[in-house]
């Protein structure tokens, strides 16, 4: 996913070191939570230097927006439980601007960064092995799941003959359900695969 | 001589379920040979490969039942087996567990200890050897199904097995990449013990089959005499393969070996 973004369209941000992508984007990300809890005025620095950065590199606005929508639901998800309480309300904006703009952040470097690269630095900071394998791990398998839902959903939508919603979304929850399932002993298999090379 | 590998009674019984999955088998395999485990399914093949490589039984009873090597299989000393079994698993997808072809290949030997420019040249000497030299860079979701699974030799290659256990080597594999699986297999030395459906494959490549059904042993020998008997081959859902039927169109030549 990563890889197939970054050879198209090569921009100074993909050239830049991913140590120094990571150090200034974990830097940011620093800078505008320790904001103050109501809007403020030095929200601007790092939204103005997201803005040069964006302007400069120019991302596929889509694909941005698209990624920026999945993490808006999280975000959103926060802002409605302050809704109640309407004194919240500049809490609230300030969370939503901070937020938006750590998000903003993180995709600029994932969209400029290969993941792989990403792991390779946190590995020489020396995270836990742990930690750093189920990422790993997660990125190796994301494609395999994508195309195993895939492979559900196309089965699944040969054999369907009527049009009805309820039916549409009963079957995505099967194929959700099915998808754990399948992950479950395909993460079994995989332990197996690993324990037969000699993993302990 | 010491067996390759040897099992003397062995039974196992999956959890909950009414009938043993293996049914008191014995059998030897000698250094060196080519062995085809053949059957239906559900007839107990990729348990038993299991059990080779210790992943099975959950729960090891008192006295050994599998000898590898001459070493008994015991929870004491699955380490050395596991580096003496290679275990080839039939969907690549499984074993294929790391973002690169390089990192995959070094998983085993990592965890013996290899590591700088000597894990460099090993993995290199095994990606070479499974035809895909200059591999390394390349991540395992983009190769294609005969790619990922000779990755998947590779590695396990890289962990030096002294015998090697391949469940359905060649299921999925186009005609050209089942042949050229087939050679590269026949060129590895050490002993090989496959689990598989590819008739043409017990054929070309091993000399002794083994045929299970039911988790029992029904019955071992010469592989082309199991395969021309009809009756037990239609017995234990199997058939004559069609070599043995109708000589090959493009001759004995084409063939890796013949009668």
Not at chain 1, 68 to 87: Q, R, S, Y
Not at chain 1, 89 to 99: D, E, F, R
Not at chain 2, 94 to 99: F, P, T
Not at chain 2, 102 to 124: H, M, R, T, W, Y
């Amino acid at each position: 996913m990563q890889a197939r973004t970054t050879f198209e369209g090569q921009t100074w941000l993909h050239r830049v070191r991913a140590g120094l992508k990571l150090a200034v984007t974990l830097a940011v990300v620093l800078f505008t939570v320790m904001l103050p809890r109501r809007p403020h005025l030095a929200a601007l620095v790092p939204l103005s230097f997201l803005l040069i950065v964006w302007l400069s590199a120019r991302p596929p606005l889509r694909l941005m927006l698209k990624r920026l929508l999945v993490a808006e639901f999280f975000i959103l998800g926060l802002a409605l439980l302050t809704v109640f309480n309407p004194a919240a309300a500049p809490l609230v904006a300030a969370a939503l601007i901070k937020s938006n703009l750590c998000v903003i952040a993180l995709l600029l470097l994932t969209w400029s960064t290969p993941f792989l690269e990403i792991l390779h630095v946190l590995r020489r900071l020396g995270l836990p092995e742990v930690m750093l394998s189920t990422l790993a791990l997660m990125v190796r398998y994301l494609p395999v799941l994508r195309e195993e839902s895939r492979r559900m959903q196309r089965a699944r939508a040969s054999r369907t003959f009527s049009s009805g919603r309820r039916l549409a979304w009963r079957s995505l929850g099967n194929i959700i359900g099915q998808l754990f399932v399948r992950s479950a002993d395909r993460a079994e298999r995989i332990y197996l695969a690993m324990c037969a090379r000699g993993w302990k | 001589m010491r067996a390759a590998v040897e099992i003397k009674e062995l039974s196992y019984r999956f959890p909950g379920r009414p009938t043993p999955a293996l049914d008191r088998l014995s059998f030897r395999v000698e250094p060196g040979e080519c062995v085809a485990i053949l059957g239906p399914n559900g007839a107990g093949k990729s348990t038993l490969l299991l059990h080779l490589n210790g992943l099975l039984p959950e729960k090891f009873g008192d006295a050994p039942q599998l000898w590898i090597d001459g070493e008994p299989v015991t929870p004491a000393n699955l380490a050395q087996i596991r580096r003496k079994v290679g275990l080839l698993f039939q969907d690549p997808e499984d074993q294929l567990i790391s973002a690169t072809v390089f990192e995959d290949v070094a998983f085993g030997p990592c965890q013996l200890g290899i590591d700088g420019p000597s894990l460099e040249s090993l993995v290199k000497d095994c990606l070479e050897r499974v035809g895909l030299p200059g591999f390394e860079a390349r991540e395992p979701h983009r190769l294609s199904h005969g790619e990922k699974r000779r990755v998947c030799l590779a590695g396990v290659l890289a962990c030096e097995p002294a015998v090697l256990v391949l469940d359905e080597p060649t299921s999925d594999l186009d005609p050209r990449g089942r042949r050229e699986f087939k050679a590269l297999l026949q060129r590895l030395p050490g002993a090989k013990l496959m689990a598989t459906h590819d008739l043409e494959l017990a054929v070309d490549l091993c000399p002794r089959s083994l045929i299970l059904d039911g988790g029992k042993l029904v019955a071992q020998g010469d592989t082309l005499q199991l395969l021309a008997d009809e009756k037990l081959m239609l017995a234990h859902g199997l058939e004559r393969p069609h070599s043995l039927l109708h000589r090959h169109p493009h001759g004995p030549a084409y063939q890796l070996h013949r009668l």
